[in-house]
């Protein structure tokens, strides 16, 4: 065999060889995965682009529990997912002493405790710019008693001064013209406790 012939007999055989590689290799390579596609970010940076976050309910209400035997004995509760979390002593009207039967007449406006029902509790404030009430007060929404009258200006209060001292003269100063009335260290208390959750906007009067 001549030369010429020798020469081209191995560039076949150079040749088949590589593209016996080249299959063994397209063979042998795993296919790519395709990338899964990726939420389109919300507003927020969220995954999702149209997912928010559910409002979270306070779970924290005000119940005022009316004593008929005495009015200036009632009781105060902050409720949290259905527990009593605190208990304060608290009045409403101007007592059985002094209004006698008007101190349980909710319409006795000026005179008898806060009428039975729901009310909107309002921001809690340690210096309200009231004429007659000052120091720590929370004001409650208006309240129609049993007969139409309506009771107005109702808040949760104290007897303090404007910078949250003490005016407090003993049981007789849990007397009030319907408001809920604390003393000046159990409303303090009631404030810190409040402070640890979302603003409770309800208050129960049973």
Sequence with gaps: MSIASLGRVRSALVGAGALTVLAAGLVAAPATAAAPAQPTPGRHGSGAAHHRAPRVATNTSLTFVRNASDPLDSRLQVIRLGKVLASYRAGSGMGLKKAHSAARDECAV??????????????????????????????????????????????????????????WK?????????????????????????????????????
């Design 170 to 206: 003993g049981t007789n100063s849990y007397e009030s013209n319907g408001c809920i009335k604390l003393s000046p260290s159990d409303i303090r208390k009631l404030f810190r406790v409040l402070a640890r959750y979302p603003r409770p906007t309800r208050l129960t009067v049973v």
């Design 110 to 167: 000026g005179r008898g405790w806060l009428p039975k029902g729901t009310y909107t509790v309002g921001p809690r404030s340690t210096r309200y710019p009231g004429a007659k009430i000052h120091g720590y007060a929370i004001p409650l929404s208006d309240k129609k008693c049993h007969d139409g009258t309506r009771r107005t200006q109702l808040l949760i209060h104290s007897k303090m001064t404007k910078s949250g001292g003490s005016l």
